[in-house]
């Protein structure tokens, strides 16, 4: 578990004794049967990791099918050798599982070009809460027989079932950061900034064509553009798949040097494009206004609790990744944080989990993203397909 | 309703006696109640014609909100003031809604580049079987808290609930017919030809660039190339909107010219795209066995019951519209051409019903396309949300 998912992660442990590796869907089933009838809970954690196989890959239509177990970066590593890639993409490829990332409904850079995984996973296995096993893994592209009940699994957290195969669409990739993001970056890191100098806010744009020249008139007149009417003061082009990743890397790497300099409350919001620059803002004079944030001191030596709050996220698609450095965790604070961000989100009728689910944190905090009707919806399903309450308990839904 | 969206539905009519039109969501809510407390069954049609405002239209992330009444025509009519277009298009929309849209969960020609609805819509607002109205009108790209509930409700064909209200992603579209569908559209429609001679096959391929010059290079190039490998025997580019349109008319009228030559059984079918044409071929030398038909007669004057075997649809994802013109429909010739095509369809494991849903003449055949455990979890989920079924009855579930 990583401490930077949320802010009381630091405090969180398993306390599950058994964990199994089952290696098919039929043995996770048995598991699951035997569960169900003892009616053990949290006990048992299932890592299916062994399950880890690629079965097809249909080069025509681009549909793959796989176990739940394989490592996002390996599928498409996989892919690459058929010209095709993974629709999702994230920090975290070298070591999620796919069966994870669509349990969690996972998004990632490539959304603003391929969209969610609603429209990308084309059928999923899955284990019931009674043992049964929905082999939904159709590799078609269009199918309109009935409720689509795969998209129930996607983003339910293995509250109603645990994804344990998975058929998606591949294909043959924009990304905002602010200057205390890269600020933190470059310095956490030791790196070079590849700009002469430092700027307010930083865009990462990745394209893809099929005709390099065109390509390359494309964004060097858009660049040319923009620079003449003043949207953007400098730029920097990647001249190959090296530099590429040097690039990409400081991108992917701003979690990470944050943690040089405190503790961080990592949020990851879903809000109006407009409002991704002003709720940072409204943040810091929140924050100023308690006493315990100055933003004219540097993180790097500010005797105030709050070191720094920045920005940075998915500017395509409004998904905002809020972060507030911090000296050292404090329960009082969290409530604080939670209660300033949940409300204003809720105002703007925004989501409190842009990506990353709800999981056993958020539960409480579920009515600021969705209405009442909405939680006794879920509420139902949810019911209705795990009587007994044995898939993932206490996640999700806020306990009764 | 259409004959030709289903062999049997020449024999279909309504039985209410009351339609309303009601001109708000809290209305449709009013009316659902007091037919819910009734219990009646078959009575009320609701109409939503009347709620056809659009509410809002975003710019930066192309989110709107409109009304289910909304005419898909006019949607994009009204989007292309703000440069963008609808992530649906087909035949029907000068009359189609756009909650009927998603209620049947439509694919049509720009399936290929903007994906299925399940990506595309953003949030539904839905009258519950108990009055209860889910507000979900979300016109965020991401949100993970909990489960994804709107998507029940694309596709279900208003058995779950009546969709009202829509917020859906638009955006700023490669087909496929075959000789004798090109024929029959000609010859029924009195078309000339726009290339020189008939081919075997013709594909429609329409393109979307932001660099005139650019994008003519490339088609240009695929063209010679495919001409050079014995791909293609011939093309044409359409050189404007009108030469464009006048082409896209061919493949939209393809159904209404068959209809000059006898009534057709109309097939919406998903299958790998390697098994188009097989399908097509093996249905003729099937009706050729029963002696029903014969391919080397002229479908103006064959003697033969079966005047024709048609298949055109979307190449790039699939989806076959399949046709055969009889010159009368027959009970025991629908009875013998499903159950060849169902079984056909079963052992592709493809769909029965790839744009179009199941509506009220193929619950039957659900398990054709469905497992065991998927219907059984469809109907867990219908029981638990409309436990009193009063939400479009004897539709998409087999009745028990």
């Not at 959304?111 to 939904?136: A, F, M, T």
């Not at 003449?228 to 991108?251: C, H, N, S, Y």
């Not at 002003?278 to 070191?307: A, M, Q």
């Amino acid at each position: 578990m990583e401490k930077f998912n949320s802010p009381t992660l630091a405090t969180m442990r398993g306390k599950a004794e058994v964990v199994l590796f089952p290696t098919s869907t039929e043995q996770t089933s048995a598991i699951v049967k035997y569960s169900g009838s003892m009616a053990v809970y949290d006990e048992i954690v299932i890592n299916l990791s062994k399950m880890n196989k690629i079965h097809s890959i249909d080069q025509d239509s681009g549909a793959m099918v796989c176990d739940a177990g394989c490592i996002l970066q390996d599928l498409d590593l996989h892919l690459s050798d058929y010209d095709l890639t993974m629709p999702l993409d994230l920090g975290a490829k070298g070591s999620c599982h796919i069966g994870g990332n669509i349990s969690t409904n996972a998004g990632g850079i490539r959304y603003i070009k391929y969209g969610s995984l609603h429209g990308s996973v084309l059928g999923l296995k899955v284990v019931l809460p009674n043992g049964q096993i929905l082999d939904n893994l159709s590799t078609l592209r269009k199918d309109s027989t009935g409720y689509d009940v795969k998209q129930l699994f996607i983003g339910a957290e293995g509250t109603l079932g645990i994804v344990t195969g998975v058929s998606i669409l591949t294909h043959k990739k924009a990304k905002y950061c602010d200057l205390l993001s890269m600020d933190i970056t470059l310095n956490g890191l030791e790196k070079t900034n590849p700009l002469a100098k430092m700027h307010n806010y930083y865009v990462f744009i990745e394209t893809q064509g099929s005709h390099k020249e065109h390509d390359l008139e494309k964004i060097m007149g858009m660049f040319e553009e923009l620079q003449e009417d003043g949207t953007i003061e400098d730029g920097i082009m990647a001249e190959d798949i090296t530099q590429m990743a040097k690039i990409w890397e400081l991108r992917e790497s701003i979690i990470t040097a944050h943690s040089k300099y405190g503790e961080t409350y990592a949020m990851d919001l879903s809000l109006p494009t407009s409002k991704v620059e002003t709720i940072v803002n409204d943040l810091k004079d929140f924050l100023e206004g308690l006493g315990v944030y100055d933003r004219t001191l540097s993180y790097k030596s500010s005797p105030k609790y709050v070191k720094e709050v920045t920005g940075f996220g998915h500017i395509g698609d409004g998904n905002l990744h809020l972060n507030v450095i911090v000296e050292k965790y404090q329960d009082s604070f969290t409530t604080t944080l939670e209660k300033f961000i949940f409300e204003y989100i809720q105002n703007l009728k925004g989501s409190i989990s842009a990506e990353h689910g709800i999981g056993l944190l958020k539960p409480d905090f579920l009515h600021y993203s969705k209405s009442k009707e909405a939680i006794e919806l879920m509420t139902i399903i949810k019911n209705s397909i795990d009587p007994k309450g044995i898939m993932n308990p206490y996640k999700v839904l806020p306990s009764s």
